[in-house]
């Protein structure tokens, strides 16, 4: 079993910038992909951004260029730099692991509000 805590989601005005992070643990030797989803109200997850244990990294259409995604394999954590943040980023991100055995785990979420 992962667990994954997220932290760091908040209100943020427009063009400003926040990091949101996720620390996994338990069998964390057997994770694989990290990344982050997002959701919006009424709609299926979209994927942000994830990276796999050896760095290969895969935004979103939508981040790219504006997001940055980073991991620390001693810490089993994930971080998430967001800048230029849009009202449109306004949306639930959610932390997830896939595992060696097949298992996804996703954290609680934490909720990115942009306005002004």
């Known amino acids: 079993q992962v667990q994954l805590v997220e932290s760091g989601g908040g209100l943020v005005q427009p063009g400003e910038s926040l990091r949101v992070s996720c620390a996994a643990t338990g069998d964390t030797w057997n994770i694989m992909d990290m990344g982050w989803y997002r959701q919006f109200p009424g709609e299926q997850r979209e994927l942000v951004a994830r990276i796999t244990t050896d760095g290969t990294i895969k935004y979103g259409d939508s981040v790219t260029g504006r997001f940055t995604i980073s991991r620390d394999n001693v810490k089993n954590t994930v971080y998430l730099q967001m800048d230029s943040l849009r009202p449109e980023d306004t949306a639930a991100y959610y932390c997830?692991?896939?595992?060696?055995?097949?298992?996804?785990?996703w954290g609680q979420g934490t909720q990115v509000t942009v306005s002004s």
């Open positions: 997830y692991a896939d595992t060696t055995d097949f298992r996804l785990y």
